[in-house]
Structure formats: structure tokens, C-alpha cells
């Protein structure tokens, strides 16, 4: 199964994706790899980071991919590993502004149907508030609305978070 959880900063995303990691490793006995694409630029950032780690089981895989992440997910999924992506709003943000977005969107779009595992990509929804002021702020904001619309019709489920609660907007079962 594949999973896009969506929704606002501290909505709760990691939080339900982590349940239900869990949940499955507790149902299957499969293994969890995390893949966070945040970097620790400064005390803040790295503070945030301590707090996602602190949350995890320890027993969980952790690859840090800020880049690549197609490649990434090629590498570690398959039957007896849900692989876990927290977030897709940092990896764009790392690949829009210092890398090749065009083809990493394409390459990640391209290998989602192969993955033989489960899959949870968490991202964050960006768009519902005041256009942001800069083209580079809202070449950012369109990025990302279009990438989770790209992305939707390709997962089983598509959840958006508010506080704390999940919504249902897609689900295959």
C-alpha cells in the first residue's frame, strides 16, 4: 500500500504516519526504514530533528536522503520493508533550490509503481494560505501543490491531517 499523508506545520503528520508504521510492522513482523531528507542547518532545524528521532522506535532503519530520492527508495523497498519519507516538502525545497528538480519529480513519479513495498510519504500542504510574497516563495508553494497532485493519483490512500486528525480523502483497499 501506498500512502501520502498531507497537511500544515505541527498538524500531526509524522505522528499518524509513525502509527501506522508501526501498526503494520506489528501486523506483518517487517521491518521500517526511515528516509528524513531534512538537514541540520542550525540549532532550530537540528532541535526538530532530535525531536522526529526521539519519537521513532529505535529498532527503525534511518537513511537520511536530502537528494535522490527515487534512487533511495529503489534501494530499500520491497515486500518486508515499509519505507517511510519524512518529508517531501524538505527533499523539494532541497532539489528545487540546488538541484534538478524536473528530473528528480520525474524520476520519483516514474519509480513509485515499481516499488514492491509499502510506502509512506509524508508533505506538507502549503498552499492554503495568503500567496506568498517573492517568485522564488511561490514557485515553492506551486511546486508543491503540484507535486502532491501528481503524486495522489498514484497512492492508496491519501490522508490530510488537521490537528491531530486524520481525513480520509482517498482510500483502496
Known sequence: MKQLISGGARSGKSALAQARALQWQQQTGGRVVVVATATAEGDEMAARIAHHQAHRPDSWQLVEAPTNLAQTLAKYSDGNTLVLVDCLTLWLANELF??????????????LPGLPGPLILIGNEVGQGVVPLGEGNRRFVDECGWLQQHLSPRMDRVTLTIAGLPLELKERS
Request: proline share 7%; aromatic share 8%.
Open 98 to 111: 540546488g538541484g534538478n528538480w524536473p528530473r528528480e519529480k520525474a524520476a520519483l513519479l516514474e519509480t
